[in-house]
């Protein structure tokens, strides 16, 4: 005999709890039309497996089958007749032989699985639930007999995250009811959903039907931002709560159901539809019985006072009363219909007879398989080979139910439908779910339509399968809602989580210039490498822009063409000196001078040209080189010129043989000896420390600046400083002897040159620090064009307007006028 519990109604009526008398037991009413399918399908495997005469040869099959009336003390009564039996004396012969019952299939709820399974554990009698499913059960220690064909809610939440995830749902809300099942699997959730994904709000709603609760539930969930509502429930549970939904008109939401409830006729109507239509499911895996319905609708009322589930679902699916009932009425109330056994069942459709969505009821079915087959192979056991105590076997006409265990945890077999049966070390069964989606029929009704796969045995990332293209989604638009607490970051940004809030809320921040991200979502933007830098947009690192000064911008052309005038005009100075070398004015101005002058501020100009251009380490060393010789040589002469005046005046004193000691061939010796100076300089900074090119990434972030290094500074600082030194004595010689009596002061025009020189490069120091990339260089070479202009203009226009404009100036007497 296999015992079978099953949830037949839906409501139930308490005894009268006064204790004036024997108090009654609960009576059962609101019969289940697919629920009653469920406890003929146990009835259909047993028969069929009596049928087969490869199964269980010579053993036949009985059934004790009780209703819990949606109760747990009913349950309990259940589960205790089933272990005891019917009778109420027991005698010593019946502790012989077989018990009552080997097995029990059921309960289908796992709060009352679990209260059962602790007194059925206590004997080791299996417990084959076909719909309790919370993951607790699958404790060996606690429930040690427990055994089902429906997958765990352990696999049941990774399939509906995995679910909310391929959809991008990262702000959900949760409900689950106030007992075992629901807050184990609300917990499994917040685990699974940690992973990527923030809990807008959890509720329980109790057990007991407390409508300020219930209440309180709603108006959680309409104030919440979260779109889409997970809930683990049985589905006689969720009935007030719905009502409840559906009376304040609640829509726009997208609700995700556990297998308790995903394929509820009861829940799944056209009232209902408007709030929760698009619901999608998690369900139990469908499978077509063949001949099922042809034994359903051989039904038969019967009047075996063993049996009183028959004549109320007679009387229900039919609307009428057995006469021996319906005579029981007072005679002021109306004599209802009255049955008479022959109603055609045929031309009712109902969940009863309706098994196109045959999903609990595979599930009977599998577990009713699954025993058979464990007790046959009890029966193929060999005496000496057995697994028990001195390799015994068991008995099958006085077998145990621990010894029907130890087999039933060995079952694997195909079944029928091409399916595999097997119990995993826990007693659950293979993870794999249906996905199902509510949705409106041809005719206007509600279908449950199945719209995808969960096997969690298909590969990482493979375990969904879903047909996007067959979901309804009940929203105006008709399309996936969003259900998030802060949009996803775009490439370009980064998550700021908000200070007392769910990870899932934060703001998006642009990353800093330099920085990109570039996924969404990004937690932190990444440093780009130091030859790159951010683009606009921060998604992606592109190379720096390269800065110079170089001979295409118009700087650079403005420079370079100033430069060459500039030199083109010391030329051309160069030019008129030698054309009128043997008039006064030249030859007053010590012409070997003037031209050794001209030369090197024409060098001065062109060594400006080093400036521009990509720099490298050639020219680094070159400009640096020819800019230092050059305006020294300039200087010498300039301050030779000085001398040169300061003695020639100090020579026409009476006896004074000066001149004689700074003639031509000292002149040169002391251009020489300068320029020298700075040559030695020159060299020996090149050979420690010598300028080279570099990139200056520093200055400004987006830009690598091509420039010169000096190298050493203190070399550099020499070269200036020499320079600076040499102008210096200069201006104060050419000071000192600005008020000699020459009609053409050449004294005052040098003073005036060193002046300007002076002005030029103490202006220099500080524009040069301050300004930026090529800006420097610009500096720099403006500064060198400035005071060789100074030079050349200050010290040669004079001379040159005389000598082009004034010819008749150009005379010895006119120079010797004063």
């Known amino acids: 005999m296999l015992g079978g519990i099953f949830e037949v109604s839906y409501k139930n009526i308490p005894p009268d709890f006064s204790f004036t008398s024997k108090p009654g037991v609960w009576k059962c ?210 009935l007030v709560l719905s009502a409840e939904i559906i009376r304040q008109n609640v829509t726009g939401r997208q609700w995700i159901a556990s297998e308790a409830w995903s394929t509820s006729n009861i829940l799944a109507t056209n009232e209902n539809f408007p709030s929760f239509g698009g619901t999608i499911g998690i369900a139990i895996r469908r499978g077509e019985i063949p001949e099922l319905e042809n034994f359903l609708l051989q039904i038969q009322p019967s009047f075996d006072p063993n049996n009183n589930l028959l004549p109320r679902f007679w009387e229900t699916m039919f609307g009428c009363k057995f006469q021996d009932i319906s005579k029981q009425n007072d005679s002021a109330l109306p004599v209802p219909k009255v049955c008479t056994g022959y109603e055609d069942i045929n031309s009712s459709r109902t969940a009863y007879t309706d098994v196109s969505e045959s999903r609990a009821t595979y599930n009977v079915y599998k577990a009713v398989y699954a025993l058979a087959h464990a007790l046959h192979q009890l029966m193929l056991c060999e005496n000496g080979k057995g697994p028990f105590e001195n390799n015994t076997c068991a008995d099958i006409k006085s077998l145990q139910p621990w010894q029907l265990m130890h087999y039933l945890k060995k079952v694997n077999f195909t079944n029928r439908l091409g399916e595999r049966v097997v119990f995993d070390e826990n007693g659950d069964a293979l993870a794999i779910y249906d996905i199902v989606n509510w949705q409106r029929a041809g005719d206007g009704s509600v279908t449950i339509k199945t719209i995808g796969v969960y096997d969690k045995a298909a590969s990482k990332g493979q375990e969904v399968f879903l047909s996007e293209k067959d979901i309804f989604w009940n ?270 002061n050449e004294a005052k025009f040098i003073t005036f040159s060193m002046l300007i020189f002076c002005a030029v490069w103490i202006t220099f120091i500080p524009a040069y620090i301050s300004s930026p990339g090529k800006y420097t260089v610009a500096v720099e070479i403006f500064a060198i064009l400035a005071s060789s202009f100074g030079l050349l203009g200050a010290i040669f226009a004079p001379k040159c307007y005389i000598i082009l404009l004034k010819p008749e100036k150009n005379t010895k007497k006119a120079l010797m006028g004063r």
């Open 29 to 238: 009413d609101s019969l289940d039309f697919e629920v009653f399918q469920w406890a003929h399908t146990m009835m259909f495997a047993i028969e069929e497996i009596n049928k087969d005469q490869s199964l269980l040869p010579n053993i036949t099959l009985g059934y004790w089958i009780y209703d819990n009336c949606i109760h747990l003390q009913v349950a309990l009564r259940a589960a205790i007749a089933l272990i005891g039996g019917l009778d109420d004396n027991v005698m010593e012969y019946n502790c012989k032989g077989l018990p009552p019952v080997v097995a029990v299939v059921g309960d289908p709820r796992s709060s009352y699985s679990i209260a059962i399974e602790r007194i059925l554990g206590l004997f080791r009698m299996p417990l084959v639930s076909y719909y309790a499913t919370c993951s607790c059960l699958s404790n060996k220690i606690d429930y040690p007999s427990f055994f089902r064909t429906v997958p765990s809610d352990a696999f049941q939440v990774q399939a509906m995250v995995q679910i909310i995830k391929h959809f991008g749902w990262t702000w959900v809300g949760v409900i689950g009811t106030d007992d075992e099942y629901g807050q184990s699997a609300v917990k499994s959730f917040h685990e699974e959903m940690s992973s990527f994904g923030c809990i807008a709000f959890t509720e329980t709603f109790p057990k007991a039907q407390e409508r300020e609760r219930y209440l309180q539930i709603v108006n959680t969930i309409k104030k919440s931002t979260a779109k889409v509502i997970v809930v683990f429930s049985p589905r006689a549970d969720l």
């Open 475 to 744: 929203f105006d638009s008709g399309k996936v809602p969003e259900s998030v607490c802060s949009k996803s970051c775009q490439p370009g940004t980064r998550k700021a989580t908000r200070k007392g809030q769910p990870v899932c809320c934060f703001d998006c921040l642009p990353c800093a210039d330099g920085e990109i991200s570039k996924e969404t979502d990004s937690i932190e933007c990444s440093q780009c490498s130091s030859d790159f830098w951010s683009n606009p947009s921060r998604t992606q690192c592109i190379l720096k822009e390269i800065e110079f000064l170089s001979y295409e911008d118009a700087m650079g052309i403005t420079l370079t063409t100033t430069a060459i005038f500039g030199s083109c005009l010391s030329v051309s100075v160069l030019i008129v000196f030698i054309y009128y070398r043997n008039t006064p004015v030249v030859k007053a101005n010590n012409s070997e001078l003037s031209f050794l002058l001209l030369l090197s501020l024409t060098l001065c100009f062109l060594c400006s040209l080093c400036f521009i251009g990509e720099p490298s380490n050639a020219t680094c060393m070159l400009r640096h080189v020819v800019f230092g010789i050059s305006f020294v040589l300039s200087i010498s002469c300039i301050l030779v010129k000085t001398i040169v005046v300061i003695m020639a005046f100090k020579a026409t004193l009476p006896g004074n043989n000066m001149m004689k000691w700074f003639g031509a061939t000292q002149q040169r010796g002391t251009i020489f000896m300068f320029t020298f100076i700075q040559s030695l300089i020159c060299v020996v900074w090149l050979t420690s420390a010598p300028p080279f090119s570099s990139k200056n990434i520093k200055h400004q972030n987006s830009k690598i600046i091509f420039e010169c290094d000096v190298g050493s500074f203190i070399g550099f600082s020499c070269l200036l400083g020499y320079i600076g030194l040499l102008a210096g004595i200069s201006f104060l010689l050419a000071f000192l002897a600005r008020n000699l009596p020459d009609t053409f």
